[in-house]
């Protein structure tokens, strides 16, 4: 067969049908057609002789072919321009399995090659513009990869060696400042943490603060600038927020605006004492030697009682109008809004007034002033006294308290708060270790804890932090599954008579006395319960969600699970939320590269159809291939095979390929399916069905 390079003008070349690249084939176009006008095809097609005599259909070079046909159509190029191709004379489905591996097989330049490539231009003179159309890609793409170069040699070389990924160098890059990086880079490159983007990125602006933090808004960028402080820019995130990185001058000028902001309200309220702290909220260390004060607001005068009696029932016509409120009428809902919103503005401002401080009060009693989330200084509600305070009774007519006893100044004061902690920290440890000792009654308190949902707060809190929650799921809806039925049948297996008591005492008294059969089927239940989705797959760059645990692998090999058994893929739960070229994949994975052929004009809803029926054994297929596709499950749902460590003698060395190996189809366990297009997804979180009502 032919298998030579010839010159072929463009006008003779056409796009193959066998071209398996369709989704992303415009993706960037003009930039590459950039490229081209300005370096030349750096790459031949490859060709096969169309029916129609004197024509070529490009079965491999697509992208490259609607780039030269850009230029074509914008006047750069003439149809006699002759473009370098190989021609094959080979079969369609030869055609299609030439085009997967063309697209699939091919390995792109490393991070620290296309460095050294950009470093070189800018050392010959070249802006960074002129760089990002030569390479088709954005300024900002290229700054990215410049401000990589800056990495201290340490970090540059494991990027380049392959020990740490792209986005953990994005995080070093943070900062310019290479003693800063090397600092984080000590720490963290040995431990679990040295391959967490969000971890590095944290330490190596843990002195620095955002320009969209509260402190930066307060201090304003002017002033911050004017006082010498200095800015960075984030390059590697869309995060319009910068980093300045010297705090100690925002934080300088900040606390000076909010010493102003307390001298202001110590004038206007006349307050022992009003101290600024540099926080959203008051901090327990600013408050601990304390005392909080608890006082009644002024009285309403008869004028604010009479138009809060008035605004009160403007409410409460208000709630029996809105119950008849048309949803989908936007004018008369905005209008129903706005009424409710002014009227509960108005009373709550009647009430919101200043409490009454007694007279022998004021020489102690003051407030904080924090800052808002907005920047803007704000006085805090609580009110505290240095000096202890015994409860205040209501006085009687004969100047009495309570019972018309008069005050006894003897009786001792109360504890202070930070003593009273300390004492429960030292009881709780005295019962801790106790029940170290009782390794019974600490299984039924675990189990208890982790089974008995819903109270957590007060005297009939479970006292502990053993939770085993359902975690959240980010998913518009909960995807229905034949496994996750079972998992609500078994709830119904369980012995739940220990839940019919109210108080929580009792609920585990009652759970004690279970046999431990049951004990261990609410132990079961309740751990599987807390899963959290996990995938079998390594997330691609971008994609957020769930990622592969090994511990859940290890665990489904434990339990030998095959996926197949308990899933199947169809157009709903899968097929029709793929692209074409993945459905073509999939089927040549189970059938081969000429049953995937046989496809390859098929519509993508027609397509979906028969994956369906081919997955689900309802096609008349060859017997292999009916069994590969009834074993068969996306990459996501399967579970790995781990390569466990084996139990060496003594001064044996650690084997060097530990870690995972492939797993054949038919070994594969149940996980969260691949997660949907992004249009299909919600941004709203939504928890996975709670099935223990207990």
Request: aromatic share 6%; proline share 6%; hydrophobic share 40%.
């Amino acid at each position: 067969m032919m298998n030579d390079i010839q010159m072929i003008p463009l006008g003779k070349l056409r796009l193959s049908e066998a071209n398996v690249r369709k989704n992303d084939s415009n993706l960037f176009i003009e930039e590459f057609a950039a490229s081209i006008e300005a370096k030349g095809l750096l790459q031949n097609l490859i060709v096969v002789p169309a029916k129609k005599r004197g024509l070529f259909d490009v079965t491999a070079g697509g992208r490259r072919l609607r780039a030269l046909n850009l230029l074509l159509a914008a006047g750069k190029l003439a149809k006699e321009h002759t473009v370098a191709c190989r021609v094959l004379d080979i079969d369609a489905a030869e055609q299609s399995e030439l085009s997967l591996i063309e697209n699939i097989i091919r390995l792109d330049m490393t991070p620290t090659d296309e460095i050294r490539a950009y470093k070189h231009f800018v050392g010959e003179g070249s802006d960074l513009d002129a760089i990002a159309k030569r390479f088709g890609r954005t300024r900002r793409f290229i700054e990215g990869r410049m401000r990589l170069a800056d990495l201290a040699d340490p970090i540059f070389t494991a990027l380049e060696e392959g020990k740490i990924t792209l986005d953990v160098a994005k995080a070093y890059a943070t900062s310019p400042n290479h003693e800063r990086q090397m600092l984080v880079w000590n720490e963290l490159s040995n431990s679990w943490q040295g391959n967490q983007p969000d971890s590095i990125r944290r330490m190596i602006t843990n002195s620095a603060i955002k320009s969209n933090s509260p402190i930066a808004r307060l201090a304003t960028e002017v002033e911050y600038l004017a006082a010498g402080g200095r800015i960075e820019r984030d390059l590697f995130t869309d995060d319009a927020s910068e980093t300045w990185i010297d705090p100690e001058i925002a934080q300088r000028i900040a606390g000076e605006k909010l010493q102003t902001f307390a001298a202001e309200v110590a004038i206007g309220s006349g307050y022992a004492w009003v101290r600024p702290v540099l926080e959203t909220r008051v901090p327990y260390s600013a408050s601990e030697e304390l005392h909080q004060v608890h006082l009644d607001p002024q009285p309403l005068s008869d004028e604010e009682q009479l138009l809060a009696d008035q605004l009160l029932e403007t409410i409460s016509a208000l709630e029996v109008e809105g119950e008849n409120i048309d949803e989908d009428d936007d004018v008369a809902a905005t209008d129903f809004q706005a009424r409710w919103d002014a009227a509960t503005a108005a009373y709550d401002a009647i009430h919101d007034k200043p409490p009454v401080i007694p007279d022998e009060l004021k020489p102690n009693v003051g407030c904080f002033v924090t800052i808002s989330a907005d920047g803007t200084p704000v006085t805090d509600s609580g009110l505290y006294s240095d000096k202890p305070m015994q409860r205040r009774k209501a006085a009687s007519p004969g100047g009495a308290e309570g019972n018309g006893e008069p005050a006894d100044d003897n009786k001792p004061k109360p504890l202070s708060q930070k003593l009273v902690d300390e004492l429960a920290v030292q009881r709780r440890d005295i019962l801790a270790i106790n029940l170290a000792s009782n390794p019974a009654i600490a299984l039924d308190y675990m189990i208890f804890a982790i089974a008995d949902a819903g109270h957590t707060y007060g005297p009939q809190a479970h006292g502990t932090t053993i939770r085993a929650p359902s975690p959240s799921l980010y998913l518009a809806n909960y995807p229905e599954s034949p496994a996750h039925g079972l998992m609500a049948d078994m709830r119904e297996t369980l012995d739940t008579s220990w839940t019919e008591h109210d108080r929580t005492v009792d609920r585990f008294t009652a759970f004690s006395e279970l046999d431990d059969d049951a004990k261990a089927s609410w132990l079961s239940y309740c751990a599987a319960r807390s899963l959290e989705a996990s995938m079998g797959a390594p997330r691609k760059p971008g994609q957020s969600g769930a990622e592969p645990i090994d511990l859940h692998d290890h665990l489904a090999s434990l339990m030998a699970i095959n996926a197949a058994s308990h899933w199947r893929p169809t157009a709903a739960n899968y097929f029709d939320r793929v692209s074409k070229q993945a459905l073509l994949a999939h089927i040549n994975e189970v059938g081969g590269p000429t049953m995937a052929a046989s496809f390859m004009g098929s519509k993508k809803g027609d397509l979906s159809a028969s994956c369906e029926r081919l997955f689900a054994g309802e096609t008349i297929v060859a017997p292999e291939v009916k069994e590969a596709a009834l074993a068969w499950v996306p990459d996501h749902m399967r579970f790995r095979a781990l390569v466990q460590s084996e139990v060496r003698g003594e001064g044996e060395a650690e084997p060097e390929n530990e870690g995972v190996a492939e797993i054949p189809d038919e070994h594969c366990g149940e996980a969260a399916p691949e997660p949907a297009d992004e249009d299909e997804m919600s941004d709203d979180a939504v928890d996975e069905p709670e099935l223990l009502d207990a």
